[in-house]
């Protein structure tokens, strides 16, 4: 966002700074630091909203004496005025010479002959104000000065800002414990270790209980479970322990008095062997059950046929038009995998727009026929949190009759393509026959814009033509190489791919074409073809064309050499667009099929422009990735850092996995977390996050209050749902490292002389969950010594547990006496991650090697 200054976003954000109270304590001592490093007699920081507010004033007198501070002045008689407005730093040496501020009132009265300020742009790129040194002497600043000044309006922007956002944290918190209430969902905390059972007021009251007769253990959660339920809610209880996975399951409840409620419940497995417990929460979901059963009466009465599908591709629905036309009852299906079911499906159009639609979050919409059903249907598909709706209908007597009248038109194509495969040989026929039926499927095999154009010139060189050349526009042609569109009047087109039938001629046919300049302003050839969009047939290549079009004499030579002969040109069109062209030159045959290579140019320019926009959408989400993310860690003596990020395997998806280096003073601050889920949403929740903890970090807390403090106002802060965290400071004065968790996976610490261990730290409960108390632990870290922290991406796998993952990772650090850098290459190789996993992974290793004193 671009900064701002006078508009309605910049009074807002200078109110609520006012609206905190007292000025924050530290201000005044950045506005001597800033006088006193600069030499500066006064320093001030202006606040600018409806008018200028001298927030605070080191020196005194000049003309802001001290009956005036914090008292408003008019905007338009203040040099910081001037500073906000021109969004960077004014520089005056004399500011009675100065034109800019010449005529301001604190100069024409002689407080203010030198001045220095820069503009205070907040987080949300909004100008709050000013931070300014002045002189009633003229004086030189210099580039020293600017960027002293420039560092500490940052401190200054962040004192402002995180005094408001206290101020509003505070009234949040009681915010947060009243929706609590009203939304009525309670928390639980299993040991399954000790097998007690820890429940907040609302689920004790939720099962009927009170604190007197709850005692706090699984028998009495047993108790209450409805018995056709005890089963299964023992089953998936055990499966989330043994896999430390997660927890999703619904089941009934009898109360004392015998009224049977239902009972939503989500929950995590966090920690490792031996210190595992299972949290979460849990909600009445009886009237929500109503609901979707009044939901379920009206889709039975649908002429539509409908099903719904988990995130596992698992039917949870199916209505009654839906079984008819499946061919299934819908008690074999409930439950049951839809791949498993129906396994003519995988690798089918239905597969792939499934899970397009779901992946991508976006409705879809298509028509397609399947075998098995022996019918064609039109499908509706749309996605939600729980998983897929899918509409559909059959639509085989419509299809029929538009494949009739495809046939009779194919019919008649037909007999002209046999009228002209007359006139050429049985051998030739047979050829371009074959080369048909496979152009469209070679064509649209890649995404990958250079491979569509090779494969266009191996369909016509050499089996139709004796050479080919593909020119694109300008626009087009930078798109190929992901670069911006040259600057021009856009009329350039450019030759980007050339193949000849020899081998020997196409270097000097490549040469002699990339030569010419081409223009869409031209009469003839590519141009022509390009601007008006039809094909251009010279059964000889003018010379005077040549001559026109060569720039040297030696390219004139190549192209009457390797061009002579006949030559069509045909216009490579997508949706409307012009995207170039291609030359196909001399074309085999006395009577060539010219249909037969408009066909190829046609669909070559569709595939080309869907590889063109695959690419341009991979760059794009590969820069939104990146810049999710720090370009580089703090420095800290003694300190050296490693960093890397994979993102998983489900492609321009970026996910919810990161990491953050803040340092605060002479300590070092490591943050790594994990945000529940994946996509652009976890994404902006991450960027949030980041910004959050370094704020934090700046304040000075350590790590246990850094992660109460987001526990308690993460429902003000952020829209999360729920996140891990990892916070660990190093103190290099005296060595030590203290680290706190909410609900992330521990540290490794790699000591010289010792086995690799992980720290004991207490997991605490994750970010969005319960709020509480966060231990801290301290350890020592001897000279030499390797800490890697990571995100469950690198250590999690379908067919190991978690403690395996653990200890494949222990093991890895093992006799390992690399710097950071080939540390973190070798885990990633040693784990199978070198090359990404399905999950985002993150990393970072730390070397700690003090530097000896005498």
Not at 551 to 563: D, I, K, Q
Not at 649 to 674: I, K, S
Request: glycine letters at 10%; proline letters at 6%.
């Amino acid at each position: 966002m671009d900064a701002s200054h006078g508009d309605d976003d910049a009074r807002e954000a200078v109110r609520r700074v006012l609206a905190a109270g007292p000025k924050p304590e530290h201000l005044d001592r950045l506005t001597r630091l800033a006088a006193e490093l600069l030499e500066a007699p006064r320093a001030q920081v202006s606040l600018l909203g409806e008018q200028q507010y001298v927030w605070s004033l080191h020196g005194g007198g000049g003309p802001y004496p001290p009956d005036q501070h914090e008292v408003g002045t008019p905007l338009e008689d203040s040099l910081c005025t001037v500073t906000a407005r021109s969004l960077a730093p004014l520089e005056v040496v004399d500011a009675l010479e100065d034109p800019r501020v010449s005529a301001l009132p604190p100069v024409t009265d002689g407080g203010v002959r030198a001045y220095l300020g820069v503009p205070l742009v907040g987080s949300a790129g909004v100008v709050l104000g000013a931070l300014c040194v002045y002189d009633e002497r003229p004086r030189e600043w210099g580039d020293r000065a600017v960027r002293v000044l420039s560092e500490l309006a940052h401190s200054v922007v962040a004192e402002l800002e995180l005094r408001a956002l206290a101020v509003e944290a505070e009234s949040g918190a009681a915010r947060l414990e009243l929706a609590l209430d009203a939304s009525d969902i309670g928390s639980f905390d299993l040991d399954p270790a000790s097998g007690t059972l820890v429940w907040d007021e609302r689920l004790i009251r939720l099962f009927g209980y009170d604190s007197s007769t709850f005692t706090r253990t699984l028998q009495a959660f047993e108790d209450r479970v409805h018995p056709e339920d005890r089963a299964r809610v023992a089953e998936a209880v055990a499966h989330a322990l043994d896999v430390s996975g997660e927890l999703s399951l619904e089941y009934r409840i009898v109360l004392p008095d015998g009224a049977v409620r239902w009972v939503e419940a989500r929950g995590r497995v966090l920690g490792v062997k031996g210190r595992r417990r299972l949290l979460g929460v849990a909600y009445d979901s009886t009237e929500l059950r109503a609901a979707r059963d009044r939901l379920s009466r009206l889709l039975e009465t649908m002429t539509d046929a409908f099903y719904a599908l988990d995130r596992d591709w698992r039917f949870t629905y199916v209505n009654r038009t839906a079984e008819v036309l499946l061919g299934r009852p819908r008690d074999e299906l409930l439950g049951a995998s839809l791949w498993e079911e129906f396994p003519e499906a995988v690798g089918s159009v239905f597969e792939e727009r499934y899970r397009h639609a779901l992946g991508h979050d976006e409705p879809i919409a298509f028509e397609a026929p399947y075998a098995p059903l022996d019918g064609v249907y039109e499908v509706s598909a749309w996605p939600g949190p729980d998983g897929l709706s899918v509409y559909f209908r059959e639509i085989t007597e419509r299809r029929t009759a538009e494949a009739e009248r495809e046939r009779a038109y194919a019919e008649r194509e037909q007999a002209v393509v046999e009228r002209e495969r007359a006139y050429a040989s049985a051998e030739a026929a047979n050829q371009r026959l074959q080369l048909v039926a496979a152009a469209s499927v070679r064509l649209a095999a890649s995404l990958l814009p250079r491979e569509v154009l090779q494969t266009l010139a191996d369909l016509v060189v050499p089996g139709l033509a004796r050479w080919v050349g593909v020119a694109l526009t300008a626009e087009t042609a930078a798109a190929l190489v992901g670069g911006e569109s040259p600057a021009g009047d856009g009329t350039q087109l450019e030759v980007v791919h050339v193949a000849h039938a020899s081998p020997a001629a196409e270097e000097g046919l490549r040469d002699a074409l990339t030569a010419l300049p081409l223009s869409t302003r031209d009469e003839v050839g590519v141009g022509a073809a390009v601007r008006t969009g039809s094909a251009e047939w010279l059964p000889q290549v003018p010379d005077d064309v040549l001559v026109e079009l060569a720039p040297t004499p030696e390219v004139l030579a190549a192209l009457r050499r390797l061009t002579a002969g006949s030559a069509l040109t045909l216009p490579l069109v997508n949706r409307g667009r012009a995207l170039g062209a291609i030359t196909i030159g001399e074309p085999l045959g006395d009577v060539f099929d010219r249909g037969l290579l408009e066909g190829i140019a046609g669909r070559a320019a569709v595939a080309l422009d869907n590889a063109l926009l695959y690419a341009q959408q991979q760059r794009t989400a590969v820069t939104l990735q990146r810049s999710l993310l720090p370009r580089e860690l703090p420095v800290v003596p003694g300190v050296t850092v490693a960093a890397r990020y994979l993102p998983g395997a489900t492609g321009a998806f970026v996910g919810g996995d990161w990491y953050q280096g803040v340092r605060v003073g002479d300590r070092l601050l490591l943050a790594m977390g994990d945000v529940m889920g994946h996509g652009m949403r976890s994404a902006a929740r991450m960027g949030q996050l980041r910004a959050i903890v370094a704020a934090l970090a700046l304040e000075g807390h350590g790590p246990g209050v850094l992660l109460e403090r987001l526990a308690r106002n993460v429902d003000v802060l952020l829209d999360l749902e729920l996140a891990t965290l990892l916070v660990a400071v190093l103190d290099p004065v005296d060595g030590t490292l203290t680290v706190a968790s909410a609900g992330h996976p521990p540290p490794l610490l790699a000591a010289p002389g010792s086995a690799p261990r992980y720290v004991d730290v207490d997991p605490g409960p994750p970010l969005g969950t319960l709020p509480g108390r966060c231990s801290e632990t301290v350890v020592g870290l001897p000279a030499g010594s390797t800490l890697v922290l990571y995100t469950d991406g690198l250590v999690e796998q379908r067919d190991a547990s978690l403690d395996e993952g653990l200890e494949r990772l222990r093991a890895a650090l093992e006799e390992l006496r690399l710097p950071p850098e080939a540390v973190a290459d070798h885990v990633l190789d040693a784990l199978g991650r070198a090359g990404g996993a399905e999950d985002d992974v993150a990393l970072l290793v730390l070397a700690w090697t003090p530097e000896e004193t005498p």
